[in-house]
C-alpha cells in the first residue's frame, strides 16, 4: 500500500493541488499504480455525505516528453473528439475516454512552479490496470485500440503535435537500438 503523500509535506503537491477546486474536503493523494513514466497519485476527497471522490493526478515526465504543452494539447484534441462521438453513439463519455478537471481558473492543466505540467481527470471506478496481460486481454486491448483508431478517422490529424521526436519513425529506432 502507498503512503499517503502529505501536500503540507510536499510543497509541489500543495502548490498543484490549491490549483484546483475540489466540489469535497480533500484528504490526501496516495502514489498510484506502477507506471515508469508520469509521477501519478489518487486524489481522495470527502463529500459531507457519501462516498469519497476520487481523482487521478499526473505529473508528466518531461524527460519522455519534452513538450508537455505540445502533449496536452494532443490530449484535449483527442478526448474532445472522441466525447463528441461517444454522446453521438449514446455512450457515456466519462466511461468511455478519459476527460479532464479543470483547474480553478479554466485551464485544462496546470504548471507548477518548478515548470512540471500535471493534469487531473476522474477516477474511473470500477475498473482494472493489469500489469501482465493474457491471450484474452490482448485481445480486448486489440478491440478496444480498433475502436479508438476508428473514432479518430475523421480527425484532423494536421493539428497533432509530435511530443517524441521519431516516436512512430521504424527505422529510426531500429538504427537507435
Given at each position: 500500500?502507498?503512503?499517503?503523500?502529505?501536500?503540507?509535506?510536499?510543497?509541489?503537491?500543495?502548490?498543484?493541488?490549491?490549483?484546483?477546486?475540489?466540489?469535497?474536503?480533500?484528504?490526501?493523494?496516495?502514489?498510484?499504480?506502477?507506471?515508469?513514466?508520469?509521477?501519478?497519485?489518487?486524489?481522495?476527497?470527502?463529500?459531507?455525505?457519501?462516498?469519497?471522490?476520487?481523482?487521478?493526478?499526473?505529473?508528466?515526465?518531461?524527460?519522455?516528453?519534452?513538450?508537455?504543452?505540445?502533449?496536452?494539447?494532443?490530449?484535449?484534441?483527442?478526448?474532445?473528439?472522441?466525447?463528441?462521438?461517444?454522446?453521438?453513439?449514446?455512450?457515456?463519455?466519462?466511461?468511455?475516454?478519459?476527460?479532464?478537471?479543470?483547474?480553478?481558473?479554466?485551464?485544462?492543466?496546470?504548471?507548477?512552479?518548478?515548470?512540471?505540467?500535471?493534469?487531473?481527470?476522474?477516477?474511473?471506478?470500477?475498473?482494472?490496470?493489469?500489469?501482465?496481460?493474457?491471450?484474452?486481454?490482448?485481445?480486448?486491448?486489440?478491440?478496444?485500440?480498433?475502436?479508438?483508431?476508428?473514432?479518430?478517422?475523421?480527425?484532423?490529424?494536421?493539428?497533432?503535435?509530435?511530443p517524441i521526436a521519431n516516436f512512430h519513425n521504424?527505422?529510426?529506432?531500429?538504427?537507435?537500438?
Amino acid at each position: 500500500m502507498s503512503q499517503i503523500a502529505i501536500p503540507e509535506k510536499d510543497p509541489i503537491l500543495a502548490e498543484v493541488l490549491a490549483a484546483y477546486d475540489f466540489p469535497a474536503t480533500l484528504l490526501g493523494a496516495v502514489r498510484y499504480g506502477q507506471g515508469h513514466i508520469n509521477d501519478t497519485f489518487c486524489v481522495i476527497c470527502q463529500p459531507q455525505e457519501g462516498d469519497c471522490i476520487r481523482y487521478i493526478l499526473q505529473g508528466l515526465s518531461t524527460t519522455a516528453f519534452p513538450d508537455p504543452h505540445a502533449l496536452m494539447e494532443n490530449f484535449v484534441g483527442i478526448t474532445s473528439h472522441l466525447r463528441e462521438k461517444i454522446l453521438a453513439e449514446g455512450g457515456d463519455p466519462l466511461r468511455q475516454t478519459l476527460s479532464l478537471v479543470k483547474t480553478g481558473d479554466g485551464r485544462n492543466y496546470c504548471t507548477d512552479s518548478s515548470g512540471k505540467v500535471w493534469r487531473l481527470t476522474p477516477f474511473i471506478e470500477n475498473t482494472d490496470c493489469f500489469q501482465s496481460a493474457t491471450p484474452e486481454l490482448f485481445e480486448a486491448s486489440a478491440r478496444a485500440f480498433g475502436r479508438f483508431q476508428y473514432m479518430l478517422q475523421d480527425y484532423p490529424a494536421e493539428t497533432l503535435h509530435e511530443p517524441i521526436a521519431n516516436f512512430h519513425n521504424t527505422e529510426d529506432r531500429l538504427a537507435k537500438l
